[in-house]
């Protein structure tokens, strides 16, 4: 799942949440993210997620692949989350769940939201050089992604994780993570470089006249 799908899904869908105004969803993002943040219960982190899970379903998006791109974050918050694990379990499921529950509330945000409105929404508010920052992270999350699935096609052709070979499967699984940090510095780097060649100044011009058409369709 890339970017290009996430904007399909933006642009093609029609439920309520589709239609609702930008800001609004942006804000109720934001919000959210808030709650997750500050909550210290495992059970009530269980209920937004289950609540996010639901907002999923009445937005009629594809509930497996939604959820499957939830998880990528789980991979670098894992070495995280063992790291904190003298504090209990109890603080370890709930290190998992913020950062899931953050991950989905983004997701919906991006695949109900053609990102064009995002960043017109937001250039109400922040400045223009912050809009561009957030701009290029969002990008850059997904060319992570991109360098993740080729990662894991030549992961599982070098053998995978077996448990009757755990040094070999480790070394397999350094090898990988090493791989995905410095090709993603380097597809970031490329990337910025594109745009510098296309003529970027520093400065990404959101028209707005887009979010309207996109509300009229």
């Given at each position: 799942?890339?970017?290009?799908?996430?904007?399909?899904?933006?642009?093609?869908?029609?439920?309520?949440?589709?239609?609702?105004?930008?800001?609004?969803?942006?804000?109720?993002?934001?919000?959210?993210?808030?709650?997750i943040i500050l909550?210290?219960?495992?059970?009530?982190?269980?209920?937004?997620?289950?609540?996010?899970?639901?907002?999923?379903?009445?937005?009629?998006?594809?509930?497996?692949?939604?959820?499957?791109?939830?998880?990528?974050?789980?991979?670098?918050?894992l070495i995280f989350?063992?790291?904190?694990?003298?504090?209990?379990?109890?603080?370890?499921?709930?290190?998992?769940?913020?950062?899931?529950?953050?991950?989905?509330?983004?997701?919906?945000?991006?695949?109900?939201?053609?990102?064009p409105c995002i960043?017109?929404?937001?250039?109400?508010?922040?400045?223009?050089?912050?809009?561009?920052?957030?701009?290029?992270?969002?990008?850059?999350?997904?060319?992570?992604?991109?360098?993740?699935?080729?990662?894991?096609?030549?992961?599982?052709?070098?053998?995978?994780?077996?448990?009757?070979?755990?040094?070999?499967?480790?070394?397999?699984?350094?090898?990988?993570?090493?791989?995905?940090?410095?090709?993603?510095?380097?597809?970031?780097?490329?990337?910025?470089?594109?745009?510098?060649?296309?003529?970027?100044?520093?400065?990404?011009?959101?028209?707005?006249?887009?979010?309207?058409?996109?509300?009229?369709?």
């Amino acid at each position: 799942m890339d970017l290009a799908y996430l904007d399909y899904l933006a642009t093609g869908g029609n439920s309520f949440f589709h239609r609702t105004s930008p800001g609004l969803k942006l804000i109720f993002s934001l919000l959210l993210i808030g709650i997750i943040i500050l909550v210290k219960e495992v059970l009530f982190l269980v209920i937004i997620l289950l609540f996010l899970y639901l907002i999923i379903l009445l937005s009629k998006l594809p509930f497996h692949r939604i959820f499957l791109l939830s998880l990528f974050p789980l991979i670098f918050t894992l070495i995280f989350a063992y790291a904190s694990l003298g504090r209990g379990w109890e603080w370890f499921f709930i290190i998992l769940l913020r950062v899931l529950g953050t991950a989905t509330t983004m997701i919906i945000l991006f695949s109900t939201t053609p990102f064009p409105c995002i960043f017109a929404s937001l250039g109400k508010i922040f400045p223009e050089f912050i809009i561009t920052v957030l701009f290029m992270t969002y990008r850059s999350v997904f060319i992570l992604f991109s360098v993740f699935d080729d990662i894991r096609s030549g992961f599982k052709l070098r053998g995978g994780f077996q448990l009757k070979h755990p040094k070999r499967s480790l070394f397999n699984l350094a090898r990988a993570f090493g791989y995905l940090l410095l090709k993603g510095i380097d597809d970031s780097q490329r990337f910025y470089e594109n745009l510098r060649i296309r003529g970027f100044q520093g400065k990404i011009v959101h028209h707005r006249r887009f979010c309207t058409w996109i509300k009229k369709q």
